[in-house]
């Protein structure tokens, strides 16, 4: 298949975005079934006239709900670990994640801290006047909320996604061919029958496609590039070297990377387009397995 870098550079993908990116939708499910139970106990407390003392009552006899309570102020414990808390009636600030751990047992000093926090956190409020009806409907807008900040991580996986779904995609077509992803020396051996030589770090590639027929493997690594960087240039280093070490072995190594950020570093790409026997972007990737297919 020939090389063409122009038409590399020019069918980049700007954005790389799914409708998955915005929510894990699995995830907010899970979060919020794990913790259903002891919600059920906390919505005893909506509409309450007696809340403050039935709160305390509830916090001491089920103590597992406390570590609930952090969600419901839209945050996770391990943030409010990270945060001293001013208490504005003493102007005292401290570390107040203990109130939230059900293993260690409130003093009166806790019980008064917790009260300050069911108080001014705005919970009483909310539960007391009926503003929620459920807590676990609750608790699910909150997930979805705080699962937004997860977008960040979630894009460099995207790459992964995309490309996961082109090659199932194609074996479908294709009956000669079989892929695995997160594949290292033991599981191209376990998966695909294929022996690969290790090297000294026994890399991980993000995918394996063999070719059954022609018992000819090749090992696809993949990212995404939104913004250039110094990183574009070392990571371009980096797989001229994985490329040497597989061709060696009489095994391909392509290379699948997109993202407008390659425009900034050209220079670095070019010679790597020219080193490595296979770097696509995603449009010359699904053309290349076009190509192998035939």
Known sequence: ?????????????????????????????????????LLNI?????????????????????PEVRG??????????????????????????DFRSDLFNSKINLTKSDDDELLHFFIESGLKGILLNKNVSDLNDYVFGIEVGMDTNARKNRSGNLMEDVVFDILYEFVKENKSFSFIKQANVSKIKKDLNYSVEKNKNDRIFDFALLNKSKNKLFLIEV???????????????EFEKVNNFILNQNIDFVWVTDGIGWKTAENPMKEAFENNKYTFNLKQFKDFLNYISK
């Open 1 to 37: 298949m020939k090389k063409d870098f122009k038409n590399f550079i020019d069918t980049l993908n700007e954005d790389l975005f799914t409708w998955g990116y915005f929510v894990d939708f699995d995830k907010v499910i899970k979060n919020s079934f794990e913790i259903k139970i």
């Open 42 to 62: 906390l919505n005893s407390l909506i509409g309450e006239k007696n809340i403050e003392e039935k709160f305390l009552s509830l916090a001491k006899k089920y």
């Open 68 to 93: 609930v309570l952090p969600i419901l102020v839209a945050t996770r414990i391990k943030k409010i670990k990270e945060v001293k808390i001013l208490n504005i009636n003493t102007m005292k600030s």
């Open 223 to 237: 990212n995404l590039y939104g913004s250039g960087g110094t990183k574009l240039k070392s990571v371009a280093g």
